[in-house]
């Protein structure tokens, strides 16, 4: 079993098809967990749809444990066991609760808890009121480190984030990853639990684990919400990136699968740090939805916000 974690966008489903990509000959079970009420995640993964396991609309590491337990019977259960079971963490699950409960099944052994970081956000997600504690715990987890977007970073700022994750998590193994490219040792060998990238929570007792960041004493997951967007008329692509480039401070991450006019094919859309990212979904995604337009949002978000952007995103759609 290998837990992928890390903060919302950072790279995870990016990590997991990569794997998929070069993983011939292996049976991989995907078990995905995504904090909106539509699973995007699943839709993205590139690989038979009865390889993934889906769990949406909560966070497996607390309000949608008893699901977490029961998706790893199942995997535990079947006449064929997989030869590798990847559990895709949603962006603000705790990496380690979900290895923890992933731990008391006899049936599986931790092989990695890999958390991407995305280098060129590390600072501001660190400096962030609401979620920095969340990035810390969730990089703290960590048996591997998988840096993301060295692409779009600065060297020194390569740097600054290496010196910062050394002091977070000083015995994980740190890899860089272009577009998730990692070697698949990551994910197959057994970490070595008592040595040099065994994170403290692996090494000493079981902890309470409960995922206990907080918002101005609230629970992380009560400030944090999200709500989708669906519609049955195709976008006008230009001004539906017009509109995800001008979203409400509190949006922390949204992503959907949407027909655009005068395109035949899906497309998959990503907005992170501010960056919108809208492409044709390669045609080995299974399960894109027939068109029929999806879309979450993920953050801190006011009832105003929220019929902000659903008027905006209804301006958008194609006449
Ligand atoms: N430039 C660049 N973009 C990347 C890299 N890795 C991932 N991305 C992009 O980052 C965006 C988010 O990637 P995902 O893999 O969906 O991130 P995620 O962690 O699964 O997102 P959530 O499940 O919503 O938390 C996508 O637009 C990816 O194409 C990279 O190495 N370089």
Same mark, same amino acid.
């Given at each position: 079993?290998?837990?992928? *974690?890390?903060?919302?966008?950072?790279?995870?489903?990016?990590?997991?098809?990569?794997?998929? /990509?070069?993983?011939?000959?292996?049976?991989?079970?995907?078990?995905?967990?995504?904090? /909106?009420? +539509?699973?995007?995640?699943?839709?993205? @993964?590139?690989?038979?749809?009865?390889?993934?396991?889906?769990? $949406?609309?909560?966070?497996?590491?607390?309000? +949608?444990?008893?699901?977490?337990?029961?998706?790893?019977?199942?995997? %535990?259960?079947? $006449?064929?066991?997989?030869?590798?079971?990847? @559990? $895709?963490?949603?962006?603000?699950?705790?990496?380690?609760?979900?290895?923890?409960?992933?731990?008391?099944?006899?049936?599986?052994?931790?092989?990695?808890?890999?958390?991407?970081?995305?280098?060129?956000?590390?600072?501001?997600?660190?400096?962030?009121?609401?979620?920095?504690?969340?990035?810390?715990?969730? @990089?703290?987890?960590?048996?591997?480190?998988?840096?993301?977007?060295?692409?779009?970073?600065?060297?020194?700022?390569?740097?600054?984030?290496?010196?910062?994750?050394? =002091?977070?998590?000083?015995?994980?193994?740190?890899?860089?990853?272009?577009?998730?490219?990692?070697?698949? %040792?990551?994910?197959?060998?057994?970490?070595?639990?008592?040595?040099?990238?065994?994170?403290?929570?692996?090494?000493?007792?079981? *902890?309470?684990?409960?995922?206990?960041?907080?918002? *101005?004493?609230?629970?992380?997951? $009560?400030?944090?919400?999200?709500?989708?967007?669906?519609?049955?008329?195709?976008?006008?692509?230009?001004?539906?990136?017009?509109?995800?480039?001008?979203?409400? /401070? =509190?949006?922390?991450?949204?992503?959907? @699968?949407?027909?655009?006019? /005068?395109?035949?094919?899906?497309?998959?859309?990503?907005?992170?740090?501010?960056?919108?990212?809208?492409?044709?979904?390669?045609?080995?995604?299974?399960?894109?939805?027939?068109?029929?337009?999806?879309?979450?949002?993920?953050?801190?978000?006011?009832?105003?916000?929220?019929?902000? +952007?659903?008027?905006?995103?209804?301006?958008?759609?194609?006449?």
């Amino acid at each position: 079993m290998v837990v992928v *974690g890390g903060y919302l966008g950072a790279g995870k489903t990016t990590l997991l098809n990569r794997l998929l /990509g070069n993983a011939a000959g292996l049976r991989i079970a995907v078990l995905v967990n995504d904090f /909106g009420e +539509i699973n995007i995640d699943a839709a993205l @993964i590139r690989t038979r749809s009865d390889d993934v396991i889906q769990l $949406e609309n909560g966070c497996v590491c607390c309000s +949608i444990g008893d699901r977490l337990v029961q998706a790893l019977a199942e995997v %535990s259960d079947r $006449e064929e066991r997989p030869d590798l079971l990847v @559990i $895709e963490a949603s962006g603000v699950s705790d990496p380690m609760r979900i290895a923890q409960v992933g731990m008391l099944d006899a049936a599986f052994r931790l092989n990695a808890v890999v958390v991407a970081v995305d280098v060129p956000q590390l600072q501001a997600h660190l400096e962030h009121p609401l979620v920095g504690d969340m990035v810390r715990q969730q @990089i703290g987890a960590a048996t591997a480190l998988v840096l993301t977007k060295c692409d779009l970073a600065q060297a020194p700022d390569v740097q600054h984030a290496l010196q910062a994750l050394r =002091g977070l998590a000083p015995r994980a193994a740190v890899f860089r990853a272009l577009q998730g490219a990692i070697p698949m %040792s990551v994910f197959l060998d057994e970490a070595d639990h008592s040595g040099r990238s065994a994170p403290a929570w692996l090494r000493g007792p079981r *902890g309470s684990g409960r995922w206990q960041s907080m918002a *101005g004493g609230a629970p992380l997951h $009560e400030a944090i919400g999200s709500f989708s967007f669906r519609s049955a008329t195709g976008f006008h692509k230009q001004r539906l990136k017009q509109v995800l480039r001008n979203m409400p /401070g =509190g949006l922390l991450r949204a992503k959907g @699968i949407v027909h655009v006019q /005068g395109e035949a094919d899906a497309q998959e859309f990503h907005v992170v740090g501010g960056r919108v990212r809208v492409a044709r979904m390669p045609a080995v995604t299974l399960s894109a939805p027939d068109q029929e337009s999806v879309l979450v949002f993920i953050g801190c978000m006011s009832p105003d916000d929220r019929a902000q +952007i659903t008027r905006q995103l209804e301006s958008a759609l194609a006449a």
